[in-house]
């Protein structure tokens, strides 16, 4: 059974910062990738910063210079470090990875954090 456990989240002001972590936990081959997504109310759910498969990032357009995304050395545990937050950055945040196991690969997810940015 593969858990991605999440934390980190709360209630910031605008212009503050908040540090949220993920960590995969199981029988776990491998990570493929692993990241962030949020989804606002009413909105889609939408992709915040990955590292992709082979390590690179990709970052959302509204959080490049503000985000960023690290990981730990064994690649269990990924890292969203959220900087100069803005109230349209508040949503639930969702951990999400494509993990192989001993019987298949497939994406996981988190069970969210919610973020709000309020003065």
């Known amino acids: 059974q593969v858990q991605l456990v999440e934390s980190g989240g709360g209630l910031v002001q605008p212009g503050g910062s908040l540090r949220l972590s993920c960590a995969a936990s199981g029988r776990i081959f491998s990570i493929n990738a692993m990241g962030w997504y949020r989804q606002a109310p009413g909105k889609e759910r939408e992709l915040v910063a990955f590292?992709?498969?082979?390590?690179?990032?990709n970052y959302a357009d509204s959080v490049k210079g503000r985000f960023t995304i690290s990981r730990d050395n064994a690649g269990n545990t990924v890292y969203l470090q959220m900087n100069s937050l803005k109230p349209e950055d508040t949503a639930v945040y969702y951990c999400n990875a494509d993990i192989a196991t001993c019987y298949r690969t497939q994406a996981y997810w988190g069970q969210g954090t919610q973020v709000t940015v309020s003065s």
């Open positions: 590292f992709n498969r082979g390590g690179t990032t």
